[in-house]
C-alpha cells in the first residue's frame, strides 16, 4: 500500500487553514484501458444461457471496468470513475450492485449495468480500505476491512436506500462523493446489533443515519477478508498473523486461529463455512477445519507470499498465486500442486470462469489462463506435478537446488491490454511540459496546459532526453505532479499556483500588445472548467456577457464569500472568459478532476461529465472565484529588484541611476537595453527630473517608466532600434531574450539584489 496526503487540510491543527486543493489527471487517448496496475477483478455471470458474462476489474488507476466476455474477446462496456486513489477490491452484492472500497478510505456502491452511476458514497473508515467480502446467496451483507484495524458489516438495504431524496439526487450527490440523507428511523433488515457484547464499536453515524456493526478486535491492519455463502460467518486476516472469525450478524468475536508467521494476505470460505483456506507473506497456504477450530493441512507450494487465492466450487482445489509471480493449483486432499503458468508480475487477484481463471497483477493488462476449473484433475493427468510439504522452506530449499517445477502453459489464452503506467517524471523548467517515462520505457512530453503528449520519443533514455530539453529559463514552481494513478496527475494549491505569469506573445498569440501577460494557473483553470461553465450557462438561461459575467444566484454567494481573501485584478484585459488556445484540453480524451468543496469529500469525475450544477460545496471556492468573479489572490514575488550601473571600461561611464529599480520578473532583458538606449538618447543624462532614472526605486514603490506590465511610460513608444548595446551580469553578456529570474537564477546565483551592467558596443 501507498500512502498519499489528502486533498485538504481538515485538521483542527493550530497552523493555518490549508485550503482544498484541485488536481487533474491527465487521461491516455484509450480510456478503455486501465494504466496502473489491477487489483481486483470480479465475474458476473449471465442467468440466460446464451446471454454475455461480464468481468469487473478495478485498478490502481482509482476506475473500475466492466468488460463484456464473448469467445475471445473482451469489451469495455463502461468505466465507473468517482475513487480518488487506488480501487483495492471490488464485490458484487446481488446482480445489479457492484461494491468498491479504496485508498481513499470510502466504499462505495455502484449499479453495476449503468454507464457508470455511483449509488452511494460509503464513509467510515480512517484509513485505507483494503477488502471486502459477500455473501453469495445474501446480497444485503458485506464487509470491509482496512489499514486502521477496522472491520464493519454493513446492511446494504439501509446503507443505501435514503428516503429523503429521489433516486436521482442520491446519484447525483454520491458521484461527488456526497452521502445522501435521511435513514434513521429505518430498520435493519438483515444485521442485528448486540449491545451486550464487548465486541462492539460504536463509530459516528453517517449523514443519512445508518452506522455499520463495527467488529472490534483487531489492532493492526486487516488485509484478508471472507464470508460464506449465507452471510453468518465472517474471517478476518492482516498483520497480526491470526485469523479471527466472527459472527457477521453481531459483530461478536468467535475464535482465533494461530499457526502463520507472516501477514495474512487472502482468504476463502467454503459455502457452508466449515472450512476456511489463508494464504500468507510466510509463503504457506493453510486449511483450517473452523468446527475444530485448528489447521487440518499446510501446504508449502510458493517460495515467497501468497496473495491471491481461488477454489473451485466443491473447495476439492485451490489456485494461488503471489509475489513469487507464479500460479499454482493444489488437490487439497492429495497435496499434490502443478505449476500452471510463471509470469513477471506479482499476481494480486483470481477469479475463476468456467474452465478459465482470471489473474489481476501489478501490471495494467488482465491475463485469462486455462484452468479446468470444472474438472482440475485434466491438468494433473498431463504429469509435472509435485508433493507439497508442509514447511515453507522445503519449496524455498527445492527452488534454489533448480528443481523448480515446469509451467503447463507458456502464454495466456487471451489477455485483455491496458497501457503501460507512468512511473517516473520531471517538470521542465518551462513549467508547462512534464517528460515521463512508463512501465514499456516509453518517454513522452506533456504538455499539461493543453493535457496532450506534443511527443513521443519512444524507447530512449529518460535521462540523456531531460538533459537535451534543458532551458535556460526560470518561472515559479505553480504546481507539483505525480504519477501514483499510472497517469500524470497536476495539483494546483492556492495561492501558489497563482505565482506563474507568461507574456501573450511567447505562447502565439495574436492581436495583443507586446506586453500582455497572462496568468498560468487562470488560465487553465478557465480550460478545465469551460464545459462546467457552458453547462451552467445553459442551466441557467441566462445570455453571458462578452466578459463572461453570469447573472446566477450562486454566483453572489462566492463573490461576496471570496471577496475577503481574494484581490481584485483591475487588468481585465487579461482576465477574459475566453479560453486561450494554449490551455484549450482535449474533448477526445479529456482530463479527470479530483477535488472537494465546503461538504462531502474528495470526488472524481471527467471535466466532460461536469453537468454545470455543481457549486462551492463541490468545487473549492477559490476555484470558482478565479473562473466566476475574476479574481485572484493577491500575488507575491512577483517582481524583481536590481541595479544598472555602467560596465567597467565603458565608454559611457555616466550613471543611468542611482537607487534599486523594480520590474516584473518576467522582464525580458531587451526591454533593458530599450530603456538604456532611450534614457542615453532622449535624457542625455541630464541632472533634471527623476534622478533614478525610469525605475522607480524600491519594489513598494511601483514603477514608473516601466508600467506593471514591463511598458513604457506613454509617449515613449517602444522603438525597434539596431541593438547597440549590451547587459552584462556577472562579466557575462546577457541574451536579450533571457528574462530577469533567469539572470538571477543562474547567471547571478546569489540572494542580493541584481546587478546589471550596461556598455556600448561598435555598430557592424
Same mark, same amino acid.
Not at 482544498?20 to 494504466?35: E, F, I
Not at 442520491?170 to 457484547?197: A, Y
Not at 505553480?478 to 499510472?486: C, E, K, Q, V, Y
Given at each position: ?60 488507476? @482509482? ?10 474477446? =473482451? ?36 449499479? &453495476? ?29 458485506? =464487509? ?29 450527490? /454520491? ?27 460504536? +463509530? ?117 498465486? @503471489?509475489?513469487?509471480?507464479? %500460479? ?36 495494467? &493488462? ?69 517528460? *515521463?517515462?512508463?512501465?514499456?520505457? /516509453? ?44 497517469? %500524470? ?66 454566483? &453572489? &454567494?462566492?463573490?461576496?464569500?471570496? +471577496? ?92 543611468? *541611476? ?26 542625455? =543624462? ?54 530577469? =529570474? ?23
Amino acid at each position: 500500500m501507498h500512502r498519499v496526503g489528502s486533498a485538504g487540510n481538515t485538521s483542527n491543527s493550530s497552523r493555518p487553514r490549508r485550503e482544498k486543493r484541485l488536481t487533474y489527471v491527465l487521461n491516455d487517448a484509450n480510456d478503455n484501458k486501465h494504466c496502473a496496475g489491477v487489483n481486483c477483478l470480479s465475474v458476473l455471470r449471465s442467468p440466460a444461457t446464451d446471454g454475455y458474462d461480464y468481468l469487473f476489474t478495478g485498478s490502481r488507476d @482509482g476506475t473500475v471496468k466492466r468488460w463484456v466476455l464473448a469467445e475471445d474477446a =473482451a469489451t469495455c462496456s463502461a468505466t465507473f470513475e468517482s475513487h480518488v486513489d487506488w480501487v483495492n477490491d471490488i464485490v458484487l452484492a446481488g446482480s445489479d450492485t457492484l461494491v468498491s472500497c479504496s485508498s481513499d478510505t470510502t466504499l462505495k456502491a455502484w449499479k &453495476s449495468s449503468s454507464d457508470g452511476i455511483c449509488i452511494k458514497t460509503l464513509r467510515q473508515h480512517s484509513d485505507y480500505v483494503t477488502c471486502l467480502a459477500a455473501a453469495d446467496k445474501n446480497s444485503n451483507i458485506i =464487509a470491509s476491512g482496512g489499514l486502521g484495524g477496522e472491520v464493519f458489516i454493513w446492511d446494504l438495504e439501509a446503507a443505501l436506500v435514503s428516503p429523503s431524496k429521489s433516486n436521482d439526487a442520491m446519484e447525483d450527490d /454520491s458521484s461527488n462523493g456526497v452521502i445522501g440523507s435521511g435513514n434513521s428511523g429505518m430498520p435493519i433488515t438483515g444485521l442485528r446489533t448486540n449491545s451486550s457484547s464487548s465486541s462492539l464499536s460504536v +463509530h459516528p453515524p453517517q449523514t443519512n443515519g445508518y452506522t455499520p456493526v463495527a467488529a472490534k478486535g483487531h489492532k493492526e491492519s486487516v488485509y484478508a477478508l471472507a464470508m460464506n455463502d449465507s452471510g453468518t460467518l465472517l474471517v478476518s486476516g492482516g498483520t497480526e498473523k491470526v485469523v479471527r472469525v466472527w459472527d457477521p450478524r453481531s459483530g461478536s468475536k468467535t475464535m482465533k486461529l494461530r499457526g502463520h508467521t507472516d501477514n495474512i494476505r487472502a482468504l476463502l470460505l467454503d459455502s457452508s463455512g466449515r472450512y476456511c483456506l489463508s494464504g500468507s507473506s510466510d509463503s504457506m497456504i493453510r486449511l483450517w477445519d473452523l468446527s475444530q477450530q485448528r489447521c487440518v493441512h499446510s501446504y508449502a507450494v510458493h517460495t515467497d507470499s501468497v496473495w491471491a487465492l481461488a477454489s473451485t466450487p466443491s473447495f476439492s482445489h485451490v489456485y494461488s498465486g @503471489g509475489r513469487d509471480l507464479s %500460479l499454482y493449483v493444489t488437490d487439497l486432499s492429495t497435496r499434490e500442486s502443478l505449476l500452471l503458468c510463471t509470469k513477471e508480475h506479482p499476481i494480486l487477484q483470481l477469479a475463476l470462469h468456467d474452465d478459465s481463471v482470471w489473474v489481476a497483477t501489478t501490471d495494467s &493488462s488482465v491475463h485469462r489462463w486455462p484452468a479446468e476449473g470444472r474438472n482440475p484433475q485434466k491438468i494433473f493427468q498431463r504429469g509435472g506435478s509435485f508433493l507439497a510439504g508442509n514447511l515453507s522452506f522445503s519449496r524455498a530449499r527445492a527452488s534454489l537446488e533448480g528443481s523448480t517445477p515446469v509451467p503447463v502453459y507458456k502464454d495466456p489464452a487471451f489477455t485483455i491490454h491496458g497501457t503501460p503506467a507512468i512511473v517516473q517524471h520531471e517538470i521542465l523548467n518551462n513549467r508547462r511540459q512534464v517528460l *515521463t517515462k512508463d512501465t514499456a520505457d /516509453s518517454v513522452q512530453l506533456w504538455d499539461i496546459t493543453k493535457g496532450v503528449v506534443v511527443e513521443d520519443y519512444g524507447k530512449v533514455s529518460f535521462e540523456e532526453k531531460k538533459e537535451e530539453l534543458f532551458e535556460m529559463v526560470s518561472f515559479p514552481a505553480w504546481f507539483t505532479a505525480d504519477s501514483r494513478l499510472g497517469s %500524470l496527475s497536476v495539483h494546483l494549491d492556492t495561492p501558489q499556483c497563482f505565482s506563474a505569469e507568461m507574456y501573450s506573445i511567447d505562447l502565439g498569440t495574436i492581436g495583443v500588445t507586446e506586453d500582455h501577460k497572462i496568468n498560468l494557473a487562470e488560465e487553465t483553470l478557465k480550460g478545465l472548467l469551460a464545459p462546467w461553465l457552458a453547462k451552467r450557462r445553459l442551466k441557467s438561461g441566462s445570455q453571458a456577457s462578452a466578459n463572461g459575467d453570469v447573472s446566477v444566484g450562486k454566483d &453572489s &454567494s462566492v463573490r461576496s464569500y471570496s +471577496h475577503q481573501r481574494a484581490e481584485v485584478d483591475d487588468n481585465t484585459e487579461s482576465h477574459s472568459s475566453m479560453v486561450h488556445p494554449a490551455f484549450e484540453f482535449s474533448s477526445v480524451s479529456p482530463p479527470s478532476i479530483i477535488t472537494e468543496g465546503s461538504h462531502g469529500g474528495p470526488w472524481r469525475k471527467k471535466i466532460t461529465d461536469l453537468d454545470g450544477t455543481e457549486d462551492e460545496k463541490d468545487i473549492p471556492w477559490w476555484c470558482l472565484d478565479c473562473v466566476l468573479n475574476k479574481r485572484i489572490p493577491a500575488k507575491d514575488n512577483t517582481k524583481c529588484s536590481f541595479y544598472l550601473h555602467p560596465s567597467e571600461g565603458s565608454t559611457v561611464q555616466f550613471p543611468l *541611476t542611482q537607487g534599486k529599480l523594480s520590474a516584473p520578473r518576467i522582464l525580458r532583458i531587451h526591454k533593458v537595453i530599450n530603456y538604456v538606449i532611450e534614457k542615453m538618447v532622449l535624457d542625455k =543624462a541630464s541632472d533634471s527630473g527623476n534622478s533614478d532614472g525610469t525605475f522607480s526605486p524600491g519594489l513598494a514603490g511601483g514603477l514608473s517608466q516601466f508600467s506593471g506590465d514591463g511598458a513604457f511610460l506613454s509617449g515613449l513608444k517602444p522603438r525597434k532600434l539596431k541593438p547597440s548595446i549590451e547587459i552584462l551580469c556577472n562579466n557575462q553578456v546577457l541574451s536579450p531574450d533571457m528574462s530577469l =529570474a533567469t539572470v538571477r537564477a543562474y547567471i547571478w546565483k546569489k540572494s542580493d539584489d541584481l546587478v546589471l551592467n550596461y556598455r556600448v558596443v561598435q555598430s557592424r
